[in-house]
T-cell receptor, first 111, second 116 residues
Framework: SQQGEEDPQALSIQEGENATMNCSYK?????LQWYRQNSGRGLVHLIL?????REKHSGRLRVTLDTSKKSSSLLITASRAADTASYFC???????????FGKGNQVVVIP | EAGVVQSPRYKIIEKKQPVAFWCNPI?????LYWYLQNLGQGPELLIR????????DSQLPKDRFSAERLKGVDSTLKIQPAELGDSAVYLC??????????????FGPGTRLTVL
């Protein structure tokens, strides 16, 4: 069953702008992960944030986690056309690699 | 380093026919996962192997789906017989596999199945 729910489900921005997407989930988690999927390609792991962490950075990516609200956000700064993809959040409730994925955010970056 | 390899990339069959998908994980990865991804949805776990042992197959429809990972390396997922609703992308992923710990999953490109 799907655990996370991303918002907005579709986002269109100009190159250079920032893109922010949110994920809400229902049950307690051990960690939350974000993945990217380009058209016709497999998923690529972007970043993992543990339940005792509040914010994490990786390059142009910034992830926050609010366990009291059961939500996470992914910020992509200075977006590029190559960032056009679907972005999925995935929760790991037991810390045992059993991931529950959301439906995904479709992000289009216009050059 | 080679990534997760899946074949075929595309498969079109008629309903009631059997079909099989093959996955070769990243060398040295002990844990292997099969996911199903419907259009516009996120992946859903079908089965997870640690070496040759299926440790989580609760989401696998066992009446028509089967999987094996005999030598703890590559794996095959089979559907027999296929139904129209099985049309989807079947993704394979692997991870190093530290029992009880979280590690990054690496996904293959998937096999897109169309059942007519």
């Amino acid at each position: 069953s799907q655990q996370g729910e991303e918002d907005p489900q579709a986002l269109s921005i100009q190159e250079g702008e920032n893109a922010t997407m949110n994920c809400s989930y229902k049950t307690s988690i051990n960690n939350l992960q974000w993945y990217r999927q380009n058209s016709g390609r497999g998923l690529v792991h972007l970043i993992l944030i543990r339940s005792n962490e509040r914010e994490k950075h990786s390059g142009r990516l910034r992830v926050t986690l609010d366990t009291s609200k059961k939500s996470s956000s992914l910020l992509i700064t200075a977006s590029r056309a190559a960032d056009t993809a679907s972005y999925f959040c995935a929760t790991d409730a037991g810390g045992n690699n059993r991931l529950a994925f959301g439906k995904g955010n479709q992000v289009v970056v216009i050059p | 380093e080679a990534g997760v390899v899946q074949s075929p990339r595309y498969k079109i069959i008629e309903k009631k026919q059997p079909v099989a998908f093959w996955c070769n994980p990243i060398s040295g990865h002990n844990t292997l996962y099969w996911y199903l991804q419907n259009l516009g949805q996120g992946p859903e776990l079908l089965i997870r192997y640690e070496n040759e042992e299926a440790v989580d197959d609760s989401q696998l429809p066992k009446d028509r789906f089967s999987a094996e990972r005999l030598k703890g390396v590559d794996s095959t997922l089979k559907i027999q017989p296929a139904e129209l609703g099985d049309s989807a992308v079947y993704l394979c992923a692997s991870s190093l596999g530290y029992r009880g710990l979280t590690d990054t999953q690496y996904f293959g490109p998937g096999t897109r199945l169309t059942v007519l």
